[in-house]
């Protein structure tokens, strides 16, 4: 029989329905009837029918007719939101984030899954979690680890021993022996104190990831945790079923202990929880919507789920995936205005790069020459302006190689310490079942990535900072030797003017940004805990400033596309003017002002997806792996005499 779960006010209710050709006003009407049973004074409510109400579908907030059928509008265990005329709607409902959320009410779980043992899932898997991509499933081996070092706390509790985390308190506590018949309370109460995190939700995708990044870290086999409850936490996230995390609340050490503790709060059936049929809901009723039920805690299995550094390597993952990705189309938007401003190839003579053999340099190098090559991608605009009296490039574009260079190299760097990170035990205690012992560490201390992800924010902010010097150069008439800011009828036009403020306004912001939060500590828990990492805030603050990135990239490549215009009938090399094609397809040249929030969204849209990447990388592939002589073509920013004689031409020539 359907059923449909209603909020009214503070509650909850669930209303079967035989007949789904009743009404939305029959449904909240009902919803009404179970609403008043639980109140002694009715909740103030009259008559059930002369109660005036809206209703609304909790996910995506669509308010619905009162004469439509249930059918019409409504699938088996959706839930909904009754607002009472008078009242005001619940702010229990909390929207995502605008344009973040992409898992909505018609995502379709995937069929493909992704197998986990704890030691082999990369940065690039957990963003696809995160996405929605895949399911997860456990590996034999996985399962078998698991088994074993739950049989090991078993007996230790079996056999009334006194093991920090599993028969004490935490912490300070860590003393304090708890009694067998409270050791299920005792964790059950470390996760509801310890959710004390405030801020924002973080967002249905960065709760997949981290949650399967939890689940990564249990399937171990070095936490504890039962075969039954891992399980319940897979089924959780196949489902879709996440908790409200807020966003702010960890030290980084011991791990991200409020953030963990909300993800299993909701586990748990209690606090609030999201799935793409329910929206925001109590969690008990989400879980029960997709057949779920709450996960009860055996000893240990709060503290191994909530110690660790999940929330920071998760964030991070995303962070430095991104990162890489707008490094890579750095380098095509940074050729495209070059070639704009009608720059020189020889500053990438790889004879230069040789001499200074960083692999970030060699590699930004190597891309603007497959890109920019004249010999092998003929380019009309490089043509005309081949003998002209321009000694040298300005810094932004001839130190490209040397700037995005060693943003690339600590872009593979910080990837290294989080995909390690990523298949790590952070927890404490560690159970090890083949010595038969547990042992007290300090592997939940989140220094590693949150030192790696300060490095990370420091590089990839240098592709901004340079991004938004090339963007002066092209709206500055006397150095770009184009129109003012980009546009015709300057005056009438201001064209490219705010867009370079809003760019010079981001870049500044992540000046204050790049401030490294791992170099603070502030001591906590009675100094217990007297030394921690800020990891949190270095993971969130490095996923800002990346966006921050993406979008100075977004603005760059905008003007680049449109100064291409005043060059017409001009070309630039195959490979840039397949990326002018596919900024065109999304934006069209800046005849005249318009709105153009809209056009730097649609750009960035391009680089979150990676098109500009796409289009260009079989041009940058195909020449990096074919054999194709390296072109150096005659300028004046190069000087070189004839070679010098053979000695027999000099015999002869005396």
Same mark, same amino acid.
């Given at each position: 029989?359907?059923?449909?779960?209603?909020?009214?006010?503070?509650?909850?209710?669930?209303?079967?329905?035989?007949?789904?050709?009743?009404?939305?006003?029959?449904?909240?009407?009902?919803?009404?009837?179970?609403?008043?049973?639980?109140?002694?004074?009715?909740?103030?409510?009259?008559?059930?029918?002369?109660?005036?109400?809206?209703?609304?579908?909790?996910?995506?907030?669509?308010?619905?007719?009162?004469?439509?059928?249930?059918?019409?509008?409504?699938?088996?265990?959706?839930?909904?939101?009754?607002?009472?005329?008078?009242?005001?709607?619940?702010?229990?409902?909390?929207?995502?984030?605008?344009?973040?959320?992409?898992?909505?009410?018609?995502?379709?779980?995937?069929?493909?899954?992704?197998?986990?043992?704890?030691?082999?899932?990369?940065?690039?898997?957990?963003?696809?979690?995160?996405?929605?991509?895949?399911?997860?499933?456990?590996?034999?081996?996985?399962?078998?680890?698991?088994?074993?070092?739950?049989?090991?706390?078993?007996?230790?509790?079996?056999?009334?021993?006194?093991?920090?985390?599993?028969?004490?308190?935490?912490?300070?506590?860590?003393?304090?022996?708890?009694?067998?018949?409270?050791?299920?309370?005792?964790?059950?109460?470390?996760?509801?104190?310890?959710?004390?995190?405030?801020?924002?939700?973080?967002?249905?995708?960065?709760?997949?990831?981290?949650?399967?990044?939890?689940?990564?870290?249990?399937?171990?086999?070095?936490?504890?945790?039962?075969?039954?409850?891992?399980?319940?936490?897979? #089924? @959780?996230?196949?489902?879709?079923? !996440?908790?409200?995390?807020?966003? +702010? /609340? $960890?030290?980084? =050490?011991?791990?991200?202990?409020?953030?963990?503790?909300?993800?299993?709060?909701?586990?748990?059936?209690?606090?609030?929880?999201?799935?793409?049929?329910?929206?925001?809901?109590?969690?008990?009723?989400?879980?029960?919507?997709?057949?779920?039920?709450?996960?009860?805690?055996?000893?240990?299995?709060?503290?191994?789920?909530?110690?660790?550094?999940?929330?920071?390597?998760?964030?991070?993952?995303?962070?430095?995936?991104?990162?890489?990705?707008?490094?890579? #189309? @750095?380098?095509?938007?940074?050729? !495209?205005?070059?070639?704009?401003? +009608? /720059? $020189?190839?020889? =500053?990438?003579?790889?004879?230069?790069?040789?001499?200074?053999?960083?692999?970030?340099?060699?590699?930004?190098?190597?891309?603007?020459?497959?890109?920019?090559?004249?010999?092998?991608?003929?380019?009309?605009?490089?043509?005309?302006?081949?003998?002209?009296?321009?000694?040298?490039?300005?810094?932004?574009?001839?130190?490209?190689?040397?700037?995005?260079?060693?943003?690339?190299?600590?872009?593979?760097?910080?990837?290294?310490?989080?995909?390690?990170?990523?298949?790590?035990?952070?927890?404490?205690?560690?159970?090890?079942?083949?010595?038969?012992? $547990?042992?007290?560490?300090?592997?939940?201390?989140?220094?590693?990535?949150?030192?790696?992800?300060?490095?990370?924010?420091?590089?990839?902010?240098?592709?901004?900072?340079?991004?938004?010097?090339?963007?002066?150069?092209?709206?500055?008439?006397?150095?770009?030797?184009?129109?003012?800011?980009?546009?015709?009828?300057?005056?009438?036009?201001?064209?490219?003017?705010?867009?370079?403020?809003?760019?010079?306004?981001?870049?500044?912001?992540?000046?204050?940004?790049?401030?490294?939060?791992?170099?603070?500590?502030?001591?906590?828990?009675?100094?217990?805990?007297?030394?921690?990492?800020?990891?949190?805030?270095?993971?969130?603050?490095?996923?800002?400033?990346?966006?921050?990135?993406?979008?100075?990239?977004?603005?760059?490549?905008?003007?680049?596309?449109?100064?291409?215009?005043?060059?017409?009938?001009?070309?630039?090399?195959?490979?840039?003017?397949?990326?002018?094609?596919?900024?065109?397809?999304?934006?069209?040249?800046?005849?005249?002002?318009?709105?153009?929030?809209?056009?730097?969204?649609?750009?960035?849209?391009?680089?979150?997806?990676?098109?500009?990447?796409?289009?260009?990388?079989?041009?940058?592939?195909?020449?990096?792996?074919?054999?194709?002589?390296?072109?150096?073509?005659?300028?004046?920013?190069?000087?070189?005499?004839?070679?010098?004689?053979?000695?027999?031409?000099?015999?002869?020539?005396?």
């Amino acid at each position: 029989m359907p059923r449909f779960t209603v909020h009214i006010r503070d509650e909850w209710v669930a209303v079967a329905c035989r007949d789904t050709s009743n009404t939305i006003r029959w449904l909240g009407q009902e919803a009404l009837k179970r609403y008043m049973k639980n109140k002694p004074d009715n909740g103030g409510i009259g008559s059930v029918r002369e109660t005036r109400f809206i209703v609304r579908r909790c996910q995506g907030l669509g308010f619905l007719d009162a004469d439509d059928t249930i059918d019409d509008v409504l699938e088996d265990n959706d839930f909904v939101e009754l607002a009472i005329e008078g009242d005001t709607m619940s702010s229990d409902f909390i929207p995502c984030e605008p344009g973040v959320s992409n898992i909505t009410a018609a995502y379709k779980e995937p069929a493909a899954y992704i197998s986990l043992d704890g030691n082999s899932l990369t940065s690039t898997d957990l963003v696809n979690l995160g996405r929605g991509l895949y399911k997860i499933k456990l590996t034999s081996e996985a399962e078998r680890k698991v088994v074993q070092s739950r049989e090991l706390l078993d007996t230790i509790v079996k056999e009334n021993k006194v093991v920090y985390g599993i028969t004490t308190g935490f912490g300070n506590f860590a003393r304090t022996v708890i009694p067998v018949s409270k050791l299920k309370e005792l964790q059950e109460n470390l996760v509801r104190s310890h959710s004390a995190g405030l801020g924002n939700p973080l967002s249905p995708e960065r709760t997949r990831m981290l949650l399967a990044l939890r689940i990564n870290v249990l399937a171990k086999g070095y936490s504890g945790i039962s075969l039954e409850t891992l399980e319940a936490m897979i #089924q @959780a996230f196949n489902a879709s079923c !996440l908790s409200f995390v807020p966003e +702010k /609340g $960890t030290v980084g =050490a011991s791990g991200d202990l409020a953030p963990l503790s909300h993800l299993a709060l909701g586990l748990m059936g209690e606090g609030k929880m999201w799935s793409p049929k329910s929206g925001w809901a109590d969690a008990k009723y989400v879980l029960e919507a997709h057949g779920l039920k709450p996960i009860s805690l055996k000893p240990k299995e709060g503290i191994a789920l909530i110690n660790g550094t999940q929330m920071i390597t998760s964030l991070g993952a995303e962070a430095v995936e991104r990162a890489q990705a707008i490094a890579q #189309q @750095a380098d095509i938007v940074a050729a !495209l205005t070059l070639e704009v401003l +009608k /720059g $020189t190839t020889k =500053a990438f003579d790889s004879d230069i790069h040789s001499l200074r053999p960083h692999p970030g340099q060699t590699e930004v190098a190597l891309r603007f020459r497959s890109l920019l090559d004249s010999d092998h991608h003929p380019s009309e605009i490089a043509a005309s302006h081949r003998f002209c009296e321009r000694v040298q490039d300005a810094y932004t574009m001839r130190c490209c190689p040397q700037v995005h260079g060693i943003a690339n190299d600590t872009i593979k760097f910080v990837q290294d310490i989080i995909n390690t990170e990523i298949n790590s035990a952070t927890d404490n205690p560690m159970v090890f079942a083949e010595r038969g012992e $547990t042992i007290s560490g300090g592997n939940f201390h989140g220094e590693y990535p949150a030192k790696a992800l300060d490095f990370l924010s420091i590089a990839v902010h240098e592709l901004a900072s340079i991004s938004e010097r090339r963007i002066e150069r092209l709206c500055n008439p006397s150095l770009s030797e184009l129109p003012a800011f980009l546009v015709n009828e300057g005056g009438l036009n201001s064209g490219f003017m705010i867009a370079h403020c809003t760019a010079a306004s981001l870049v500044s912001e992540n000046k204050v940004l790049c401030h490294p939060s791992s170099v603070d500590s502030l001591s906590t828990s009675a100094a217990t805990e007297d030394h921690v990492s800020m990891g949190g805030w270095a993971a969130r603050k490095a996923l800002r400033i990346v966006e921050h990135v993406e979008q100075v990239l977004a603005i760059e490549l905008l003007a680049a596309c449109q100064g291409i215009e005043f060059l017409r009938p001009l070309r630039t090399t195959t490979p840039l003017e397949k990326v002018y094609d596919l900024v065109r397809t999304v934006v069209k040249p800046w005849i005249k002002d318009r709105f153009m929030s809209p056009d730097i969204e649609a750009v960035h849209r391009l680089l979150l997806d990676q098109k500009v990447w796409n289009v260009a990388q079989p041009y940058i592939e195909k020449y990096q792996t074919e054999y194709i002589p390296e072109s150096r073509p005659v300028s004046p920013t190069a000087f070189s005499l004839d070679p010098p004689a053979s000695p027999r031409k000099r015999v002869r020539h005396e």
